[in-house]
């Protein structure tokens, strides 16, 4: 067994697993197949922050029902690049709604997580509080973004206006619609950065 893995087999119960991330591939390998059933959540964790993790131990971490239990592993399983997408796209719909909104605009992450992501946070709109829907749209994803323009409560509209993903052309296109209420139309004739761009003056003016 190489040192590495020997220590951490080793060690005292809550002893630091500082050294799980600087294993080897071939430390890492041996270690996880010794210990997985004992394994912590920061032993799991380690594991998850270490270069040489494979899919293979993914996907050893995501079958095992205590680790999983996790709610930190899940969501760093969640999004790891080397997690089968299969069970990526199951964990999805374990994550908490905020770190939802977060990760779909990491593009760090698989775009199929990322669309799986936006359906999940989608099909949770209805359910969320104003203050949860005001929170989302700071943040949120373009395709989130879109459905939050159909928002009743204002103030939705008025932190999504601020949202570094919002496109132009989508809000040119709600102003041209009838789905625009007269309060969305004067926010966006008030905001400093959208009043100013054509295509949003000149659907206004329309």
Known sequence: MHFAATRIMTRRPNEDSALIPRMTRDELTEFVARAIDTLTEKDALAILA?????SRMCQML???????????VR????IHQATPLTYALKLVHYLHWNDV?????????????RQAMDVYLISRLAKL???QRISSARTCSREIGK????DPEPR?????LNNAQVREE????????ERAAVAQLRMLGDHGKWSCRYSIRRALAL
Do not use: Q, W
Request: net charge neutral; with cysteine.
């Open 156 to 160: 939705v509209f008025s932190a999504l």
């Open 129 to 131: 509080a104003v203050g």
């Open 75 to 78: 969501s760093k399983l969640a």
């Open 50 to 54: 270490n270069f040489f993790c494979t």
């Open 101 to 113: 909104v977060r990760f779909s605009i990491d593009v760090r992450i698989h775009p199929a997580v």
């Open 62 to 72: 995501a079958d095992d029902a205590r680790i999983s239990s996790f709610y930190l």
């Open 170 to 177: 989508d809000l040119a296109h709600l102003v041209t619609s």
């Open 147 to 150: 459905r939050l323009m159909e």
